[in-house]
């Protein structure tokens, strides 16, 4: 079955610096990929997705990066605010089930 | 965009007992799933809530201890079934309307002493 790793497991960034956090997945029949931002205590809000024929998608601060060959996608934050702190789960799936990352705990920094 | 509810949010349970968790969404729609998150862990899917049918089960996860039931296009439930501490767990619902998106609900945060 599907198995999707997720890298770094914490990332710390000063507030407008930019953050890239990266998945890989192992079914290459895997065509659907969102992003999800779950805060403390919250549900997993879904935060921006691509599907495999885009090779990227932009929504203002927030874009994702797919590579099908390397069968690798990455969520790219630009000026981070410290509302943006939370973990972010990556995801894969080709048939409805999501099969997620192990989650990257984002904080920023004042 | 359709709301999701649980209920309860959350709750105390003794060992060897039963919990039922309740999603409901206000409006019809195609896919329901449960999950289940860990502390501090992520999400894992624990079935499939068919409409009219038996739930499709991921590995790991058996009907007589996730009994789920999805009566129609709105709701569904999944019962926790003779609980012990390693139950203690947040259980997610969703809903995919189309297309694989799916949103969650608001959780239930669950503790078995």
């Known amino acids: 079955g599907e198995n999707v790793e997720q890298h770094p497991s914490t990332l710390s960034v000063q507030e407008g610096d930019s953050a890239v956090i990266k998945c890989t997945y192992s079914?290459?029949?895997?065509?659907?990929f969102p992003w999800y931002k779950q805060e403390l205590g919250k549900r997993p809000q879904l935060i921006i997705d691509i599907r495999s024929n885009v090779g990227e998608k932009k929504d203002q601060r927030i874009a994702v990066t797919l590579n099908k060959t390397a069968k690798h996608f990455s969520l790219h934050i630009t000026e981070t605010q410290p509302e943006d702190s939370a973990v972010y789960f990556c995801a894969a799936s080709k048939t409805d089930k999501l099969i997620f990352g192990t989650g990257t705990r984002l904080q920023v920094f004042p | 965009s359709a709301v999701i509810s649980q209920k309860p949010s959350r709750d105390i349970c003794q060992r060897g007992t039963s919990l039922t968790i309740q999603c409901q969404v206000d409006?019809?729609?195609?896919?329901m799933f449960w999950y289940r998150q860990q502390p501090g862990q992520s999400l894992t899917l624990i079935a499939t809530?068919?409409?009219?049918?038996?739930?499709?089960?991921e590995s790991g996860f058996v009907i007589d201890k996730f009994p789920i039931s999805r009566p129609n296009l709105t709701f569904s439930t999944l019962t926790v079934s003779n609980m012990s501490p390693e139950d203690s767990s947040i259980y997610l619902c969703?809903?995919?309307?189309?297309?694989?998106?799916?949103?969650f609900g608001p959780g239930t945060r669950l503790l078995v002493l």
């Open positions: 969703s809903f995919d309307r189309s297309q694989e998106t799916q949103y």
């Open positions: 809530a068919n409409q009219g049918s038996e739930a499709t089960y």
């Open positions: 409006s019809q729609v195609t896919m």
């Open positions: 079914d290459s029949a895997s065509n659907y």
